[in-house]
């Protein structure tokens, strides 16, 4: 069906950046521009929490955590949507995860039940 690949996590210190990838491909995916694209992440024993999201209209909507530092942009010609994440804190650190619906969500960009398809995470740790 559609596969999502995430890329671009690891270790850095506090103040620091990284650039998160999420490629998406797949039998049935067709082109990147239609679907909603979700970023969440998730720590040990907490639910998946939603971080940001483009939908097929190049909106954009963050959560309250990460305004101003973080950055959801798309590449349609890649199939591959990013995560740019600047001045990053240690209460960043998680597993980060790149969510994708066909068409638009409403006002369900932020539930994790929303999206259809899901990548196998990348770890960030933001060191003190």
């Known amino acids: 069906q559609v596969q999502l690949v995430e890329s671009g996590g690891g270790l850095v210190q506090a103040g620091g950046s990284l650039r998160l990838s999420c490629a998406a491909s797949g039998r049935t995916f067709r082109t990147f521009s239609i679907y909603t694209m979700g970023w969440f992440r998730q720590i040990p024993g907490k639910d998946r929490e939603f971080v940001a999201a483009i939908n097929p209209s190049s909106t954009m909507d963050y959560a309250d955590s990460v305004k101003g530092r973080f950055t959801i942009s798309g590449d349609n010609a890649k199939n591959t949507v990013y995560l740019q994440m600047n001045s990053l804190k240690p209460e960043d650190t998680a597993v980060y995860y790149c969510?994708?619906?066909?068409?638009?969500?409403?006002?369900?960009?932020?539930?994790?039940?929303?999206?259809?398809?899901w990548g196998q995470g990348t770890q960030v740790t933001v060191s003190s």
């Open positions: 969510a994708a619906k066909l068409g638009y969500l409403g006002r369900q960009f932020g539930v994790a039940a929303s999206y259809a398809y």
